[in-house]
C-alpha cells in the first residue's frame, strides 16, 4: 500500500460529506427546514477529519517529504494546495460562526449557503488535483522505505491529534448522516 492510497480514500469519505453538505444546502434553499444537530456533526467531520486530520498528513508529512525528494514547493503544486488549505478555512469557518446563530435570519442563511458551495467546489477541485497530479507526481520520487515512514508518520499524527480508533468514528458519523438523509 502507498501513502497517497491513504489519503485518496479519504478523499472518498470527504467526497461523501461534500454531497451531504449539498443536500443540506439545498434544503437549506428551498426553505425546507433542515436538523441542526445533523449539519453540526458535519462539521465536525469537517474540521476534525478532512482538516485536522487530513490536511495535516498531507501538511506536516506528506508535503514536507515529497519537497524533500524534489518537488519545489514555491511556484508549484505543493504551494497551491496549501493556499487551497487555507482558503478552505476560510470558508468552514463563517459556516461555523452562522451555524451558530439563529437560523431564521436571511442574510445569516445567504453567508452559510454561499461559504457552503465556496467549499464544496473548492475542495471538489482539490481532491481531483491532488489524486491526478500531485499524489502520482510525488509517489515517483519516493522510495518504499520513505513510503513506509510516510504511513507510520501518518499513524502516528492521527494517534496525537484525536486519539487511537476515533479515526473510525468518523466513518460511521458520514454512514450516519447519510442514512438519515435517506442516500446510498
Ligand atoms: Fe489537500
Ligand atoms: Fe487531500
Redesign the pocket.
Known sequence: MKPTEILMNEHRVIERALKILNIMIEKIEAEESINLDMLERLLDFIQTFADKC??GK?EKILFPTFEKYGLPKEGGPIGV?LM??EIGRKYVKMMMVFSKLKFGDKPQIKIFIENGKGYVQLLSQ??MK?DNILFPMGEGLISNEVRIKLMKDFEDLEEREIGKGIHERYYHLIEGLERELGIN
Open positions: 487530513h490536511h498531507e494546495m487551497e488549505h482539490h481532491i491532488e
